[in-house]
């Protein structure tokens, strides 16, 4: 069963100018995975982000909000990336405008 070298490149031959005939089918399973996680995850997180930055830029006073922390207050001044949060009469702390987690609806913490 001694085959001549020849015949042996001769059978390989082929098989790899079809692979190399079509280099769009290799990198196929690649893009289609970055299309799923592009849908997947890239794109609700991105939708999340628009949504935070108009929440936070809709701040006023008066606003009741929780944060990060889970702290829940009443916005008393809003700055440039600043507010200041009354969580108890008399008692302010200043956040970051990034450290607002949700706006609830007015009068929520009177009935808590």
């Known amino acids: 069963m001694n085959l001549p070298m020849s015949f042996v490149i001769a059978q390989?031959?082929?098989?790899?100018g079809g692979a190399a005939a079509n280099p769009i089918m290799t990198f196929l399973p690649l893009i289609l995975?970055?299309?799923?996680?592009?849908?997947l995850m890239i794109r609700p997180q991105?939708?999340?982000q628009k949504e935070h930055r108009q929440m936070v830029s809709a701040l006023s006073k008066g606003d009741e909000v929780v944060t990060n922390g889970g702290i829940a207050g009443k916005v008393d001044e809003v700055g440039e990336s600043?507010?200041?949060?009354?969580?108890?009469?008399n008692v302010k702390i200043k956040l970051q405008k990034g450290a607002v987690q949700q706006v609830l609806p007015k009068?929520?913490?009177?009935?808590s």
């Open 12 to 16: 390989a031959a082929p098989a790899a």
């Open 33 to 39: 995975l970055f299309v799923v996680f592009y849908f």
């Open 46 to 48: 991105m939708k999340r």
């Open 82 to 89: 600043f507010i200041t949060v009354e969580i108890a009469p």
């Open 107 to 111: 009068g929520t913490l009177k009935s």
